[in-house]
């Protein structure tokens, strides 16, 4: 038989053999731990490096469906505070339980948030005494079913959810008279709420307010909700702190609520609905009637039950290792809490950076916000690339919607607002990996225009102010970099210079490429050039990153190895390495590629490599690039294994929107995006037995390792698609295209 055809016939029967053994979905959330993230860091890395919040994940134990607009959870933290997540593990009281728009894993606040508390006994409407005991062995908490306990034993309280609304049921212990307190979080006494005894319901908003640029203004929307019981009320009224009204509203009032009260049986169950909406009260009563139509407390949970393990089915791991599938299958659920869903089922949204004006998206469209840019950029969102490239097109049709009703595309998008959040112009980054990469059903030269405006024009003085353009531009462009003398005023974050003229580097790298594809050659020539300005902040005598004065000079004293404040969140040495578009030239400065690995050595020599901070997610892959690619092998093991575990403590600093957790499935898959914009990702040692990752187009990569021994680590030989394969890069659309790798791993590293 020929050759050719020999290898077709064993191709066909392979895809047969996988279609069967992976047709039907395998039960992955009992592998999912909510509570990951929840408690302060208990790696290694964080305990020398994190600092604060840092040393938190500020994650929390969530009920939703994927991406959705609101999450659901018990809350222990009262009101919308930066950097206090509304769940925090070691906390012994809950206060109810909260609509959130919480930034998972991050350190801003919560916003348009409300509670609603089930209270037995006498009505109580003060904060200090609405509070009820738990234990967390008295808590079941899962992506789509919550549950607890309270410790008085006098109420069970159970929670399903859908994008955008959510089915509570409460039974009573005994019987006895049962409230329902709902309170808008509003920090600033600015909420509205409303109460219909009439209709057995309570509805209301709490305005948002715009953080880091413009902080403290109106963000233009608010987080509507109305609340429906499903049986008739005894009483009702409203509230301010301990104080009661007999009226049907009350707002712009200090800790307002409203409350409805019943009279239940022992054993009765109570079912409230509730929907919430980013546009109005009329919509999120739509947004109720479309995707809780009853009072199915099952059929909800089903359905949410359906949605979280199709996503994470998305990849199928095989081990021997039940604790390597919890952290596994924990971050690949991180990894598709954000961007968050902001249009009602009819596609209305708020149009972004404008004052209660609403837009409506064409039919199959959505509109995505809170995107932690600077973060997700990296792995989170070339995560999604791979197995949610419909998704990804949504969110850049966002941005670019984005770009259009503000007049300039955001840097960091979230409360539907412009941030300024961070450093760089990583939108950039994002829209051009998406489209090189095939996913392109958005218009692509309009995106290419905004993007383009970022990089060449400063916006006028009022509009900058709002946060729009990139920081600092004019003098990146004059020097080559930003000099010390630049304090880069009207920024979140200012000064930063070296981390910003790196980041800057990168982005007009990843445009450069954008605009080769377009067409733009006068652009990309520019562009390139400007990539290049990385050099000007890499000091060739130190090796290392290090600020410069407008003169040229370098600063002194220099300190490699303490935060200072030319470094965004890290020290010199930490940051010398973010040169993903050209590691070549970076070698270079160097010395070549043993001078590339000393310098590499030396950050984890020195036990100076933060793991808990983005900026440094791509460093162990680069021994890749030197004469020592096992070096990465060994390193990537080795943070895989001390800065993930599966308790409360397992994550080692923010996850920021889940781009902690992505860096996880890359790392346990044998691959990482060190060039999100490229069509390579950097392979390393993979950490499962077999993984399948399963393409919505249909088709499946699989990934095979086979160990000579159990402690095996390093890369001898692999194969894809039963052909030998030398080198330790996978491509994109290698991957997109279905195949096999198949990875052999020895004791001993190649020299």
Known sequence: MPINKQKKIITIIFCLVVSNLFAQEKSLLKYVDPYVGTAPSTTISAGKHGAGTEQRANTIPAVGVPFGMTQWVAQTQRLETKCVPPYIYQDKTISGFRGTHWLSGSCVPDYGSFTIMPLIGKLKTANTEVVAHFEHADEISRPDYYKVEFSNNQLVTEIAATSRCSIMQFTAAAADSLYLLVTPNSDKAKAHVFVNKAANEISGYNPSYRIYVGSGKPAGFSGYFVIKVERKSNTGGVYSGANLFALDSIADKKDIGAYLGFKVAQGEVLRVKIGTSFTSIAEARK????????????????????????????????????????????????????????????????????????????????????????????????LLEIIQPKLVSNIVHSLILKGQQGGWIPIFPIWNSYTSA???????PFISSAYLKGIANYDVKEAYCLLRQNAFETPPKADYEEGKGRR????????????????????????????????????????????????????????????????????????????????????????????????????????????PQDVAGLTQILGGKDKLESALDSIFIKDEYWHGNEPGHQTPYMYNFTNAPWKTQQIVAKVRSE????????????????QMSAWYVFAALGFYPVDPVSDNYQLGTPLFKQAVINMEN??????????????????????????KYKLNTISYRAIASGGRMDIFLSDKHAK
């Open 698 to 723: 249909g088709k499946k990569f699989v990934i095979n390792t086979t160990k000579s021994t159990s402690s095996a680590l390093y890369i001898k030989s692999i194969a894809l698609n039963g052909v």
């Open 472 to 579: 600092a531009l004019d003098s990146y462009l004059k020097y080559g970099y930003i000099p010390l003398e630049d304090p880069v005023n009207n920024a979140p974050h200012s000064k930063e210079q070296v981390s910003r003229t790196l980041e800057y580097a990168y982005d007009d790298y990843a445009l450069a490429m954008l605009a080769k594809s377009l067409g733009h050659t006068a652009d990309y020539k520019q562009l390139l050039a400007r990539s290049k300005n990385y050099k000007n902040v890499i000091d060739p005598v130190t090796g290392l990153a290090r600020a410069k004065h407008a003169d040229g000079s370098w600063i002194t004293p220099f300190y490699p190895d303490k935060k200072v404040p030319y470094i965004t969140e890290g020290t010199p040495r930490q940051y010398t390495f973010y040169v």
């Open 643 to 658: 800065e993930y575990t599966d308790g409360p403590g397992g994550l080692s600093g923010n996850d920021d929107s889940g």
């Open 287 to 382: 947004n109720l009637e479309a995707e809780i139509p009853n009072w199915d407390f099952n059929g909800v949970r089903t359905k949410a039950t359906a949605a979280w393990e199709k996503a994470l089915n998305k990849i199928q791991v095989t081990d021997t290792s039940e604790i390597s599938k919890h952290i596994f299958y924990t971050a690949l659920y991180h990894s598709q809490l954000m961007p968050r869903l902001y249009n009602d089922v009819d596609g209305t949204y708020p149009q972004f950076a404008h004052q209660y004006k609403t837009a409506k998206l064409s039919p199959g469209k959505n509109y995505y916000d809170d995107m932690s840019m600077w973060d997700i950029y990296r792995a989170e969102l070339p």
């Open 422 to 428: 961070m450093i760089g112009d990583h939108t950039g």
